[in-house]
């Protein structure tokens, strides 16, 4: 995944989120509306979500240490990981709370103009922070559907802000639902439900988050592209008789771990693998750690 690609998303959607929590915020001082406050909750936390995934990326960056010898590329799962837990706790649940409170203790919206004009604002603000992750995603996704790139990716940022946008938009549209179905009965349950309908989509999306970034945070193998152009080059070494136990670990999400036991052919073994260690970095440029044993 193109690192510039997914820094320019995550700023394109930090900026939009800024934006459209401060306009959030003033139209529920006006409106007093539940599904609004909740929208507001969910926009700022969506932009500490975007600081986290930058914060997580600098961090990645540091050179290597005596007690971390291979790298900090990990910490970007980390910090993705706590990109769901805030989603979870200071969105969904936040937007259910409210949507409760507002069913159980029910008050008529105040300046409906207001609540109605910064939805289609954030609206707007919002398909555009998602038209940029789409136009980076696309760069990467070869072809794969949607749900299959982001459960194979292995960069999270981009992932995350497209499923964060895509969650904001329907989470705005539920919003302007409920607003529009509470001025026109003139009840403020449907302003309610509509909270309700916000928490449980960011619970859902939280959820899936947490489930994809955890994977990564164990550990996971190269893909099984990947897997075959190192199984091909090590088929295709002269030098190289025969392989087994090839093992690949992504240490970040443009670094990983190859290992491998290898037959050599007759001549120097030290040669042998130090020139089927450097083909397989030219063939695949992420294998920033190679060992090969001899067996």
Partial sequence: MSGSGSQEATLAALAANIGIAVTKFVAFVFTGSSSMLAESIHSVADSGNQGLLLFGRTRAEREPTPDHPFGFGRERYFYAFLVSVVLFFGGGLFALYEGYEKVAHPHPL???????GVLVAAI???????RTAVRN?????????????????????????LLE?????????????GVTLALLTGNPLFDGLGSIAIGLLL?????TLARETKSMIIGEAASPEIQRAIEDVLRHDTAIRDFTQLRTLHL??????????VTVTDGQVAEALRGAEERIRERVPLATVVYLQPQ
């Fill in 124 to 130: 707007v603000m919002e398909g555009l922070s998602l």
């Fill in 203 to 207: 619970i859902v999306v939280a959820v």
């Fill in 165 to 177: 946008d895509t969650a904001a938009l329907a989470g705005l549209a539920f919003a302007l639902v």
């Fill in 252 to 261: 970040g999400p443009e670094e990983l771990l190859v290992a491998a036991r």
């Fill in 110 to 116: 105040e300046s409906w103009p207001w609540a109605v």
């Fill in 137 to 161: 995603a696309g760069r990467v996704r070869r072809g794969r559907s949607w749900a299959r790139y982001i459960r194979e990716a292995k960069a999270p940022e981009l992932p995350v802000v």
